[in-house]
Nanobody
């Protein structure tokens, strides 16, 4: 019903930058919010940043001032600009969307992408 495809991960040195992109497709009626989560080895998945359809953003304390989330409602896309990367940012980054579809009456459902690896070398 809804597919999320991430891109932009990779290997970068500490202090460097990466930009992640995520595009949603499928039988989407509306999107309430999109965001980025990450999961490092041996740790739980955690919220990195989110953006509501109206533009309100939310960030994890650990990334405030370094990461910037932005969205394009027309393209059903979300981006994460990551600057001043640290080794602690190494993780698989997952795109997330809360959306309704044309073929479901169950209200907003959370969808996940497959993830993209970000590795920061120190």
């Amino acid at each position: 019903q809804v597919q999320l495809v991430e891109s932009g991960g990779g290997l970068v040195q500490a202090g460097g930058s990466l930009r992640l992109s995520c595009a949603a497709s499928g039988s989407i009626r509306s999107i309430a919010a999109m965001g980025w989560y990450r999961q490092a080895p041996g740790k739980e998945r955690e919220l990195v940043a989110s953006i509501a359809s109206g533009g309100t953003t939310n960030y994890a304390d650990s990334v405030k001032g370094r990461f910037t989330i932005s969205g394009d409602n027309a393209k059903k896309a979300v981006y994460l600009q990551m600057n001043s990367l640290e080794s602690e940012d190494t993780a698989v980054y997952y795109c997330n969307a809360r959306a309704t579809t044309y073929f479901s009456s169950s209200g907003y459902t959370t969808y996940w992408g497959r993830g993209t690896q970000v590795t920061v070398s120190s």
